[in-house]
């Protein structure tokens, strides 16, 4: 089975400076979909950015990009320019690139609180 | 964008009955439902997943008698929580996918379930 690890529960950043989230994951797979996802405190997940595994090129969505490692399994997320809005839980998440019989779920590594601080 | 509708997103209800949530797909097909569940402060955890009718596929240690999913149609799935206890308490979130979409998915607003 895959995990994932956040080991980071909490990490704070002066508004308008870049902070980085860490993300390692277990897996034998060779061919999978990494995830950040954003959890403000309505609850509602919003997806960040994703990243193919095949793909070398690092994803990057305006502010947010990711250092993909796939020899060390690590996922990090940097986000620039950190905003207010911003501040939330944010969960690293990987899916197997198999389809069916519920390998195509998202397993979550345990999130890390993000608090921007003004 | 894609939206799915969850409801309630808050239901309280007494120990031994049992509540029903309801996730639909507004603007697209969702061939493939997950549910989660997600404890204070902690990840998601899926718990099955649901392909437009068919049977679900639980998770290990996730009770199929106790979490009855139905996914009898391309824009709805249920969850019900039978005979729900204090320790069912918790929060539920489903997620939809299309077919052919291999990593796209869209997210329910939740469900806060309050067993007494």
């Known amino acids: 089975a895959q995990t994932v690890t956040q080991s980071q529960p909490e990490m704070s950043v002066q508004e308008a400076e870049t902070v980085t989230l860490s993300c390692t994951y277990d897996?034998?797979?060779?061919?999978?979909?990494l995830f950040w996802y954003k959890q403000p405190p309505s609850r509602q997940m919003i997806l960040v950015i994703r990243q193919e595994a095949y793909k070398q090129q690092n994803a990057t969505e305006n502010r947010f990009s990711v250092n993909f490692q796939k020899a060390a399994k690590s996922f990090s997320l940097k986000i620039s320019d950190s905003q207010l809005g911003d501040a939330a839980m944010y969960f690293c998440?990987?899916?197997?690139?198999?389809?069916?019989?519920?390998?195509?779920?998202?397993?979550f590594g345990k999130g890390t609180h993000l608090i921007i601080q003004p | 964008g894609a939206v799915v509708s969850q409801h309630p997103s808050r239901v309280i209800c007494k120990s031994g009955t049992s509540v029903k949530i309801e996730c639909r797909s507004l603007?697209?097909?969702?061939?493939?439902m997950f549910w989660y569940r997600q404890f204070p402060k902690q990840s998601l955890m899926l718990m099955a997943t649901s392909n437009e009718g068919s049977k679900a596929t639980y998770e290990q240690g996730v009770e199929k008698d106790k979490f009855l999913i139905n996914h009898a149609s391309l824009t709805l799935s249920t969850l019900t929580v039978t005979s729900a206890h204090p320790e069912d308490s918790s929060f539920y979130i489903c997620?939809?996918?299309?077919?052919?979409?291999?990593?796209?998915?869209?997210f329910g607003s939740g469900t806060r379930l309050t067993v007494v």
């Open positions: 897996t034998s797979e060779s061919d999978y979909y």
């Open positions: 998440a990987y899916r197997s690139a198999w389809s069916g019989g519920g390998a195509d779920g998202l397993t």
């Open positions: 603007d697209f097909q969702a061939t493939t």
């Open positions: 997620s939809a996918r299309s077919a052919g979409v291999h990593y796209g998915y869209t």
